[in-house]
């Protein structure tokens, strides 16, 4: 039976995945943690700080996990307007996390992203292996963890596995600071104004996904025969390649008068820019099954009646 610890349980991604481990594992074999929690939190729940290295280990053992999954982070655009911040709470806690792990010798998992990647990477199905020579603070951030990742799994045996994920869209928490966040803005001005200015230009191509793929990505990856995985921290892995009007096209087919108008972010825009238009998934899907269920119609479907229901 899997126990799982959770750290960033607040925000975008961990909301979720909380409540998706609790369906497979049970309500109370998934502790979440996070600096903060919503009154109406159900379920074991820690305030975890994870630049303290001892509330992690001491939280993880009274709780007697198997696995950590490492989530508190700050995003790409966050971590642009504080980047000093961003060093100790995306390197110092992933530091302090991977070191409970060893400690207490638990399987690790930590998300990755797309901003591993620059602008010397090349932009079109970005390959699994190939440059990586990040711009951002965030980028830089991500590819010092993915190789920490791998220096826990050569030194110590430390079951780390991760996935690049691209931008997640999703309806139930809002993105947390990032560059692909107009993405998810852009279904509720839908519904709530029926226009949307996007402050990343027109023809920006970005990697996407819907969070339900990201969540059952992670729990097939962990899931994954070890012997299987190659590459593991971290891979690749996306669903929609995608531009401002190619969600426009698809929220028409639902909001015909729904129009699109611009107001460019330079910062934003120079992060976007810096990143692949398309990753190959190729390596995640040989190793370890990985697949999508979503593409931008289904998904559009899917934000536009749940955000719907919620408003
Ligand atoms: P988020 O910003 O929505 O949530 C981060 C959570 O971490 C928040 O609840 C915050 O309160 C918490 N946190 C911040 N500082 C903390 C601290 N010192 N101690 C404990 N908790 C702290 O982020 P997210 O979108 O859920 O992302 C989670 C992970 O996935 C990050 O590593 C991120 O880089 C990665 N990722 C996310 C996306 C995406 O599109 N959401 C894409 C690629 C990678
Ligand atoms: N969605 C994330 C960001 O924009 C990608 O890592 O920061």
């Not at 207490?104 to 932009?123: E, R, W």
């Not at 990586?132 to 980028?139: C, D, I, W």
């Not at 991760?162 to 928490?173: K, Q």
């Amino acid at each position: 039976m899997k126990k799982i610890l959770v750290t960033g349980a607040m925000g975008q991604i961990g909301s979720e995945l909380v409540r998706k481990l609790r369906e497979n594992y049970g309500p109370s074999n998934v502790i979440g943690t996070d600096l903060w929690k919503k009154e109406e939190t159900e379920g074991p729940f820690e305030i975890v700080d994870v630049t303290d290295g001892k509330a992690i280990h001491d939280v993880a053992k009274k709780h007697n996990v198997d696995t950590i999954m490492h989530l508190a982070a700050l995003l790409s655009a966050k971590a642009e307007s504080a980047p000093q911040l961003a060093w100790d709470l995306n390197m110092g806690g992933l530091m302090n996390a991977l070191e409970a792990a060893r400690e207490l010798d638990l399987q690790f998992f930590t998300p990755s992203s797309i901003g591993v990647f620059g602008p010397t990477t090349p932009k079109q199905n970005t390959p699994q292996e190939t440059t990586m020579r990040p711009t951002t603070m965030y980028g830089v951030n991500k590819v010092a963890g993915e190789l920490l990742c791998d220096y826990y799994y050569y030194r110590y045996g430390l079951d780390t596995r991760g996935v690049r994920y691209p931008g997640l869209i999703s309806y139930m928490t809002p993105p947390g600071g990032g560059t692909t966040d107009y993405a998810v803005e852009i279904y509720y001005e839908a519904i709530k104004h029926k226009k949307y200015t996007s402050y990343i230009a027109a023809n920006t191509y970005m990697d996407m996904m819907y969070m339900p793929d990201a969540l059952n990505a992670i729990i097939k990856l962990m899931e994954a025969d070890p012997d299987k995985l190659v590459h593991r921290n971290a891979y690749n892995i996306s669903a929609i390649s995608a531009t401002p009007e190619d969600f426009t096209d698809a929220i028409r087919k639902h909001i015909p008068e729904f129009e699109l108008t611009y107001d460019v972010d330079p910062v934003r825009q120079q992060i976007a820019d810096s990143w692949p238009d398309s990753i190959d998934s190729s390596a995640a899907k040989e190793e370890w099954g990985f697949e999508a269920a979503y593409d931008i119609d289904r998904m559009t479907a899917d934000m536009l009646a749940k955000i719907r229901e919620k408003s």
